[in-house]
């Protein structure tokens, strides 16, 4: 599971950049959380989910 806060829009789609799997996601509020990702990351330094919206993404500011 990988949980990201602070997501204002909607989220159309997951995928994992270096095998182009599509990821399950379930969104509530600003909260997203993704599942379904491999035990063994494809990547070992820096895996990238790519995330689809139907529009530019907002996100809320973060606290300072």
Known sequence: EAPIGMIKSEVKSATLLATGQDLAFEQSGD??????LPE????PYAPVI???????????????
């Open 40 to 43: 063994i990351a494809p990547c």
């Open 31 to 36: 909260r997203l959380t993704i599942t379904g």
């Open 50 to 64: 790519r995330l689809e919206f139907d529009e530019t993404p907002e996100v809320y500011p973060s606290w300072r």
